[in-house]
């Protein structure tokens, strides 16, 4: 317990978004019963913690999940109805709700730390698009997903963006077009999460990837997340290009020194994070 750094339990009047800090691992976890929903409030909260993860050196991988029976349902319609009765019929808050929820699945694609989703419930809408915006994804055997808009007149436009550059095309329009839940074995075979564990084990399981992650140099992962993301976003020529580019540049890096020397040497590398 003493290796605890900050805890704070959730609570129902600490807000939307609790944190826990361990090891170099920060978890957030959405705390918005019973839905865990998107409202502006949510999307506000997780942007600042994951803001103020960036200038804190002690943490070094992210953690994201939920309490309660639902990951997180996507956005507040019961928040968006109501803005309905205002003069433009809501679209200048339907336009705030969309921009931020984009700003937030940005922030963890390019945020310099790993992000790994955690999964156990329901993951629908934006919610889906927020697992699908991070890294690494580990879910339940009981974890399910779907994008249902098209069952409710609102074809789930943004959260396709993120659905798109994880499954293939035909997958990705399977569940966009038809907006059926897939179960977590599905999603594992998609290619929208990495592994599907039993309940029980799924924290524990977490904690492992994001320790294992956590030894490494930060500077090293930093550049590959970076690399991963911009290559992505290239044709072939300049993909190489570029990550030649940051190849060279991590050479010479004191990590990358450090670290071919040590496996060299056939010691532990001490990372300095320079």
Known sequence: MA??????????????????????????????????????????????????????KAVRVIVLSAAGKVFCAGHDLKEMTARRADADRGKAFFEETFAACAMLMQTIVRHP????????????????????????????????FCTPGVNIGLFCSTPMVALSRNVSRKQAMEMLLTGETIDAA???????????????????IVTKYAQTIASKSSLVIKTGKEAFYAQAEMGLADAYAYTGWVMVENMLARDAEEGIGAFIGKRKAEWTDE
């Open 113 to 144: 730390l790993p992000v790994i989703a955690e999964v156990d419930g329901l993951a629908t809408a934006a919610g889906l698009q927020l697992v699908a915006s991070c890294d690494l994804a580990i879910a339940s055997h009981e974890a399910t």
């Open 186 to 204: 599905t999603a594992k075979e998609f290619g929208l999460v990495n592994r599907v564990v039993p309940r029980e084990y799924l924290n524990q």
């Open 3 to 56: 290796e605890i750094l900050a805890i704070k339990p959730a609570a129902a009047d600490e807000g939307p978004v609790t944190t826990r800090q361990e090891k170099g691992v920060l978890r957030l976890t959405l705390a918005n019963p019973p839905a865990n929903a998107l409202s502006l409030s949510v999307m506000a909260a997780l942007v600042a913690e994951l803001e103020r993860a960036k200038a804190d």
